[in-house]
């Protein structure tokens, strides 16, 4: 029997705290060692508890969320950060990465079904981030390297459709899946389906990796 992933919640309140824990409980391959209502307890918890993954709020009484992220990767680096904020603005989302959270859900529109599936894949090694925290990050990445103007050198090759090319470069513009649909008159499951075979003709892990490689070397230029 394969281990539970264990998780560690932190959030100022208690609601949220006792909703997650009961996601988690009915998932049936997480468990929840811990839950803390503020940083510090968080990174006393982390210590004695051991948990594969960290779900945090960012707004918390005394350290903020971000100083937890950034403690949590400096004392335990094998502790996977995912956060759960209702902040979806670049300072927020960039500030979160930069300081180590490996995942980013916005609590408003974030389903159960996500939320879980976000925990399994942080839990792996990979990163996950909803479609709006990637639109966010990749139209603040995109900026910056455009504006840097220093594209890789030598960017790998694959032998993308007109249809895959138009669609990459739809999502380096930040666009979601529905955006893409509706701008190409085609299905998200379309879309989808494409942006799937962009991601495996490329090994890619997660559509920011797909997005910040395809902007440095200029893959969704026709």
Do not use: W
Not at 193 to 207: L, R
């Amino acid at each position: 029997m394969n281990r539970k992933i264990r998780v560690l919640l932190v959030d100022d309140h208690q609601i949220i705290r006792d909703g997650l824990s009961n996601m988690m409980l009915e998932a049936g391959d997480i468990e929840v060692c811990g839950c803390a209502a503020d940083a510090a307890t968080a990174l006393e918890m982390a210590g004695k508890t051991n948990p594969d993954v960290v779900i945090t709020d960012l707004s918390m009484p005394g350290r903020s969320g971000i100083d937890l992220i950034r403690k949590m990767a400096e004392k335990f680096p094998a502790i996977r950060v995912l956060v759960l904020s209702m902040y979806v603005s670049e300072d927020y989302i960039f500030n979160a990465l930069k300081a180590g959270a490996k995942g980013y859900l916005p609590k408003q529109d974030t389903t159960k079904t996500e939320l879980l599936k976000a925990v399994r894949t942080v839990a792996g090694g990979d990163e996950y981030f909803s479609d709006t925290a990637a639109q966010v990050i990749s139209k603040l990445y995109s900026h910056n390297v455009r504006s840097a103007g220093n594209p890789e050198s030598a960017a790998r090759k694959a032998n993308l459709t007109s249809r895959e090319t138009e669609i990459l470069r739809l999502y380096t513009e930040g666009l979601s899946n529905l955006e893409i649909a509706d701008r190409l008159n085609i299905s998200i499951r379309t879309v989808e389906t494409h942006k799937n075979n962009i991601m495996q003709k490329y090994n890619f892990k997660s559509t920011v990796e797909m997005v910040k490689f395809a902007i440095r070397n200029k893959l969704g230029e026709a």
